[in-house]
Structure formats: structure tokens, C-alpha cells
């Protein structure tokens, strides 16, 4: 069981509440969680700060709020843990638009300065969509697209061949460039690549020519993807070196597939789990017996499996067949989730009258 608190305690909503109201409440809630208003111990200010998180992720979410409010903790275990693991700063940020690093100078812990010299080229992520029996089998993938390789001349440091480089003058050669806004009682200074160097912190004498001094060179190409069994909502498949290229000759960004799953017809997943309601008739559910039920599958291979259904059970109950949720691949080790099926009442639309009868006779007999 579970020893979480509930999530909208922890964020400070009511179940009833909109987005607007959940978003002011966290807002409130994590500047008094800051190291610089907080009174007690900054470890406990931090782990507060990722409880926080962790009920915000779920809540702001429109699928996992839906999740949780039918099944609890245990229906959004995965993607609260990678919110409750997320940097809190990058949390923060992303709800205040802008980086409190700069502006309290690293409350929880800081950050590095940003690295002089030849920079990498920044990543490039993009959506991939995927059905339920894609991500269960697992599947490859060919996409074209626009693509941008290093010069082949300057091979991407944007200078002419033979030609040397000088100081940036806009930065003068820090690579960073600092600029303040006013944002309502706090000042906010940024610190920023700058843009005259791309944060090298030189400039060539003469630019490359083909590239006019872009360090591009503009391409189309086909990117082979392979989709790993088992992936899941948010996840990413990383292809490395196929990125933007670095504008001061470091090695190209990654390209990051951001994967999102279709809805499926009946299934719905919780980490490696699935879930679905299953109708069951009231004899079977009394007596009890065995049902056929669907299971997860790829798109070659249908399966199904078989249910014990318990004498005497309830509407809502939980039955679960072992190991046949998603499989997934972790660190050389197997992983398999399991099947939850949540029982619901099959009510007849017609039934005969030799059944009717059969119905009346059992309900005088209970009364």
C-alpha cells in the first residue's frame, strides 16, 4: 500500500478543482518552498519541493489526472517517479517561465557555469506517435526530413579555411552575455550563449564562403529509428549525432523522438500495466468461473488469455493475470507487467421468458 499522501492535499486543491486553480496553487505553494523563504532544514525544503512536483506532474496532465482519480497512486506510478527524479529547478522554470538559478543563484544545490569553447550543437526534439501494439512489440521506423550537416568546407566552424579567429567583441570572449528584466519585485538576469559567437567566444577573421559563415549546410535525409518493446508515454529515443550542428565546431546535437501513445479501444497503461473493464455476467460472478479476456498484443499476433473469476465477486473488483502487461528490456533484465481486469455487471438487453421467470423466482426468494 502506498504511504503517499494524496495529491491534491499536497498541491492544496480540491478534487473539483480546473487547471487555472491547480497551477495558482502550486505557484504558491513552491516560492514558499524556495531556500530563501523556507525556515527549516533546505534537505526538507527540497523533498517537499519534490513531492510537489511529483502531484503537479499528474494533476496538470489531463491523462494522469484521469488515471489517478479511477486508480489512485498506483494508476500513475511511472510518470510520477520520473517527475519526482526531474530537477526541481527545471520543474519551476517551466511553470514561471524563467530560470530561477539565475535569479537566487542555485537555491538547491546551483548549476554549472556554462562551458567555454567549441559548443555542441543543440538537440532537436520532436513528437512521435505510436499505437498500443507498436509500443508493445516494439517497431522501426524510416522518416524523412529536413537536415542540416556541418559545412563540408569549413566543416562546420563557420571560418574560411586558413583564415584565424578573433576575440568576440559583443561578449568580449567570455562566450555569455548577461541581460536583466524586471519581472514584478525581482530583477531576473539571464546569462546566455552569445549569439554574435554561438558562445565560443571568437569569431573567425573571414567566414566560410559556401556556408556564408553559417557552419551549415542544408540536406534532406532518411533517419532509421528502432522502437525499443515496451516504451512509454513521454519517453525518448535518442539518435545520436543527428541534430543541429555546432556553430563553433563541436560535435552535433542528438535527434530525440518524444514518444506519445495512441488511445487504445480498451486498454488504458499504468507503467507496465494495463488496465480494463471487463463485463461479467451475475451468475459467473456468484458462482464464479472462467472467461476469455483480451490481452495486449502486437499487431501480427492477437492473444488472449484466461480468467479465474472468484465465487462471490464484486462489482469494481480487481482480477490480475501475472506477467501479461508490457514487456520491456531494462538494464540487460526483463521486465513484465501484469493485467488488471476491473469487473463490471453484463446486463442483458432481452432475455427469454423461460429467463425471466427464472429471475422472478430468485428474487422472491431473496426477499
Do not use: W
Request: some cysteine; proline content about 5%; hydrophobic content about 25%.
Amino acid at each position: 500500500m502506498s504511504n503517499k499522501r494524496d495529491y491534491y492535499d499536497v498541491v492544496g486543491v480540491s478534487k473539483s478543482a480546473n487547471d487555472k486553480e491547480i497551477k495558482k496553487a502550486y505557484r504558491k505553494k513552491a516560492m514558499l518552498l524556495h531556500p530563501d523563504k523556507y525556515k527549516g532544514p533546505k534537505e526538507e525544503a527540497e523533498e517537499k519541493f519534490k513531492e510537489l512536483n511529483e502531484a503537479y506532474s499528474v494533476l496538470s496532465d489531463e491523462r494522469q489526472r484521469r488515471r489517478y482519480d479511477q486508480f489512485g497512486h498506483a494508476g500513475v506510478e511511472g510518470a510520477a517517479s520520473g517527475a519526482r527524479g526531474a530537477d526541481p529547478f527545471d520543474f519551476f522554470s517551466s511553470i514561471f517561465d524563467f530560470d530561477l538559478s539565475d535569479l537566487f543563484g542555485g537555491g538547491f544545490g546551483g548549476r554549472r557555469a556554462r562551458p567555454r569553447g567549441p559548443q555542441r550543437g543543440e538537440d532537436v526534439v520532436l513528437e512521435l506517435e505510436l499505437s498500443f501494439e507498436e509500443a508493445f512489440e516494439g517497431v522501426s521506423k524510416k522518416i524523412k526530413m529536413p537536415y542540416n550537416t556541418p559545412c563540408k568546407t569549413c566543416n562546420g566552424t563557420r571560418s574560411e579555411p586558413g583564415s584565424s579567429y578573433k576575440t568576440c567583441n559583443y561578449c568580449r570572449g567570455s562566450g555569455i552575455v548577461e541581460k536583466q528584466e524586471q519581472r514584478g519585485f525581482f530583477v531576473q538576469i539571464s546569462r546566455q550563449p552569445c549569439s554574435t559567437c554561438n558562445g565560443s567566444g571568437k569569431i573567425p577573421e573571414k567566414k566560410c564562403k559556401p556556408c556564408k559563415g553559417s557552419g551549415k549546410s542544408p540536406n534532406r535525409e532518411e533517419i532509421k529509428i528502432k522502437i525499443p518493446r515496451g516504451i512509454n508515454e513521454n519517453e525518448a529515443v535518442r539518435v545520436q549525432g543527428k541534430g543541429r550542428p555546432s556553430n563553433s565546431g563541436g560535435m552535433p546535437g542528438d535527434l530525440i523522438f518524444r514518444i506519445h501513445l495512441k488511445k487504445h479501444a480498451i486498454f488504458e497503461r499504468s507503467g507496465n500495466d494495463v488496465y480494463m473493464k471487463l463485463k461479467v455476467n451475475y451468475p459467473t460472478m456468484v458462482l464464479g468461473g472462467a472467461v476469455d479476456v483480451p490481452l495486449i498484443s502486437g499487431k501480427e499476433n492477437q492473444r488472449t488469455g484466461q480468467l479465474k473469476i472468484p465465487s462471490g465477486t464484486n462489482l469494481n473488483d480487481y482480477l490480475k493475470l501475472k506477467n501479461e502487461g508490457f514487456v520491456k528490456d531494462v538494464r540487460g533484465n526483463t521486465v513484465k507487467g501484469d493485467s488488471y481486469y476491473v469487473i463490471d455487471l453484463m446486463v442483458p438487453k432481452k432475455i427469454s421468458k423461460e429467463e425471466k421467470q427464472l429471475l422472478k423466482d430468485l428474487k422472491d426468494k431473496m426477499s
